[in-house]
């Protein structure tokens, strides 16, 4: 991927001046992986709508690196700031946007949803009840 590194200042900022001028309604998002183990994105340059929340953004990235469901999707800003899904591309990038005109957008997948080996820590549910009602029960 080639984004700071490969091309200078002065080409980035006339390469989001040209797109922002081509299209005036949306915004220009550089996105892509954060640590070696994060699952890579087909593409990096995003124009998004000026209203378009994260969350949405979200659902377009994980469609494009085919993550396993199993995983929860992170997104932080370049100086290692959670994006909070709720929020939307025009207000974080009003904030954030890189002199160069980009908004910088890193992401890590992350298994958030219990345990990868689909254990419940010794504990199963009687019929019809769940792990979590099973865990509050005996806290």
């Given at each position: 991927?080639?984004?700071?590194?490969?091309?200078?200042?002065?080409?980035?900022?006339?390469?989001?001046?040209?797109?922002?001028?081509?299209?005036?309604?949306r915004?220009?998002?550089?996105?892509?992986?954060?640590?070696?183990?994060?699952?890579?994105?087909?593409?990096?340059?995003?124009?998004?709508p000026?209203?378009?929340?994260f969350?949405?953004?979200?659902?377009?990235?994980?469609?494009?690196?085919?993550?396993?469901?199993?995983?929860?999707?992170?997104?932080?800003?370049?100086?290692?700031?959670?994006?909070?899904a709720s929020?939307?591309?025009?207000?974080?990038?009003?904030r954030?946007?890189?002199?160069?005109?980009?908004?910088?957008?890193?992401?890590?997948?992350?298994?958030a949803?219990?345990?990868?080996?689909?254990?419940?820590n010794?504990?199963?549910?009687?019929?019809?009840?769940?792990?979590?009602?099973?865990?509050?029960?005996?806290?």
């Amino acid at each position: 991927m080639c984004t700071r590194k490969c091309a200078s200042f002065d080409d980035r900022l006339s390469e989001s001046r040209a797109m922002r001028a081509k299209y005036p309604d949306r915004i220009p998002i550089i996105i892509h992986a954060k640590g070696k183990h994060a699952p890579s994105i087909d593409k990096h340059k995003f124009m998004t709508p000026r209203d378009l929340s994260f969350s949405q953004l979200f659902y377009v990235v994980r469609k494009r690196i085919q993550m396993d469901p199993s995983k929860a999707l992170f997104f932080f800003l370049e100086n290692n700031t959670l994006v909070v899904a709720s929020s939307v591309v025009e207000h974080v990038y009003t904030r954030y946007a890189d002199d160069d005109g980009f908004l910088y957008v890193t992401y890590r997948a992350e298994s958030a949803f219990g345990c990868a080996s689909g254990r419940t820590n010794g504990l199963e549910p009687e019929a019809g009840g769940s792990v979590a009602e099973l865990q509050s029960e005996t806290a």
